[in-house]
């Protein structure tokens, strides 16, 4: 169920029986030359809605922007600043939190939010004593980093990586750039802060690490998504 298409009487109705709620969070941000912007929200959005399917669950609003500033080179980008963040992220849940939901499941999208949510979830969990938080970035799920590899050779996770595009694409479809581009620069990250111009320059493509986006394929995307959807279905059943 599909929160923004019911009534504050259908809501009311819903936590008679139930006190559980899914949010998804993400971004709109550049993800190389195949992926959409809105990547980082399509994916959580997508499990959500799947999983709403499955259990009969509430799922709010997607939140379609985060914290990007690191991206803001690529053209497309819409960075929230981490303060302005946390506290719209404070304000959604608390308002859930009002109307009765104890239990929240969050599906995050994009790396750059998991800082400030934990920092809103540690604020909150502790001010609210019976507000409960789940939360789950899909790539750190058990078996996804192997699943990719598995699927696309030895292409790991990347921001941008072959895998996540084709997750995005398994979500809207319509969204599948078919085009062939540059391979990723094979270079990691690693530890040292990047601001965004040093970003654009060390990754040109936005490809942030070892991902060749030829290798995309919706049917492999489909595939990913089947198996996280399982093991999120699995965890929101014991939550």
């Avoid at 506290?87 to 308002?95: I, K, L, N």
């Avoid at 789950?136 to 192997?146: D, F, I, K, N, S």
Wanted: proline letters at 6%; charged letters at 25%; one cysteine or more.
């Amino acid at each position: 169920m599909l929160l923004a298409e019911m009534s504050w009487d259908e809501v009311e109705a819903y936590l008679e029986k139930d006190d559980r709620v899914v949010v998804a969070l993400g971004s709109t941000e550049q993800h190389g030359r195949r992926g959409p912007l809105g990547t980082d929200h399509l994916i959580p959005q997508g499990l959500a809605v799947a999983l709403a399917e499955k259990t009969g669950t509430i799922v709010a609003p997607p939140l379609v922007f985060g914290v990007a500033e690191h991206h803001m080179a690529y053209p497309g980008t819409v960075a929230i600043r981490p303060s302005s963040y946390m506290a719209f992220v404070e304000d959604v849940f608390t308002s859930l939190h009002r109307h009765g939901f104890k239990r929240i499941f969050v599906l995050n999208g994009h790396g750059g939010n998991r800082a400030p949510l934990e920092c809103v979830i540690l604020e909150l969990a502790n001010r609210f004593l019976d507000l409960k938080f789940q939360r789950h970035a899909w790539w750190t799920l058990p078996g996804v980093e192997a699943m990719e590899g598995e699927l696309f050779g030895s292409e790991g996770i990347c921001h941008a990586s072959p895998g996540e595009i084709s997750l995005a694409w398994a979500c809207l479809p319509s969204a599948e750039k078919d085009k062939p581009v540059p391979p990723g620069v094979k270079d990691a990250p690693g530890d040292t802060f990047m601001n965004r111009v040093e970003q654009r320059e060390r990754f040109p493509d936005g490809v942030l690490g070892a991902g060749n986006q030829n290798l995309a394929d919706l049917g492999k995307g489909r595939k990913m998504f089947k198996a996280i959807l399982g093991m999120l279905e699995a965890r929101y059943a014991a939550f």
